[in-house]
C-alpha cells in the first residue's frame, strides 16, 4: 500500500514538474547507497528530486520529512549517480529540489 502511494506521489510530482518546464530523465534510481526519486533536466541543469508525501498535516507537513540525514543520504547516491554517467560532480550544474505533497497541494522547494 505504501509503495502504491509513493508511485503515486511521485507520478504527481512529475507531472506538475513537466508542467513547469522540466524534462524527464528518469524515475527511481536505485543504487546499493540509495535511491533519486526523480531525474528532471531544468535548460542545462540536472535536478534530482526527492518527493515526500503526507494525506494529513496531523504529524507534519510533508516537507518536514526531509530530514539532514535523508539529504546526506541522498547526496551519497546522486554522487554515485554521476560516476556511473561519468559526471564530474564539481563541474556538473545541478541541484536538489524537494516536491512535498500535503493532500492534493503540491509545494516546489528548489535547491533544498
Not at 528532471?40 to 503526507?54: P, S
Request: aromatic share 8%; charged share 25%.
Amino acid at each position: 500500500m505504501a509503495s502504491l502511494i509513493g508511485h503515486d506521489a511521485e507520478q504527481t510530482a512529475k507531472r506538475y514538474l513537466l508542467e513547469h518546464s522540466l524534462q524527464f530523465l528518469e524515475q527511481n534510481y536505485k543504487a546499493k547507497v540509495g535511491e533519486i526519486d526523480l531525474i528532471m533536466l531544468d535548460e542545462h541543469q540536472l535536478v534530482f528530486v526527492e518527493v515526500k508525501f503526507r494525506s494529513t498535516n496531523s504529524h507534519g507537513c510533508a516537507a518536514e520529512q526531509f530530514t539532514s540525514k535523508k539529504r546526506k543520504k541522498l547526496e551519497r547516491t546522486i554522487n554515485y549517480y554521476l560516476l556511473q554517467k561519468k559526471l564530474n560532480p564539481h563541474h556538473t550544474n545541478l541541484r536538489i529540489d524537494v516536491v512535498a505533497i500535503d493532500g492534493e497541494q503540491v509545494n516546489w522547494i528548489k535547491n533544498v
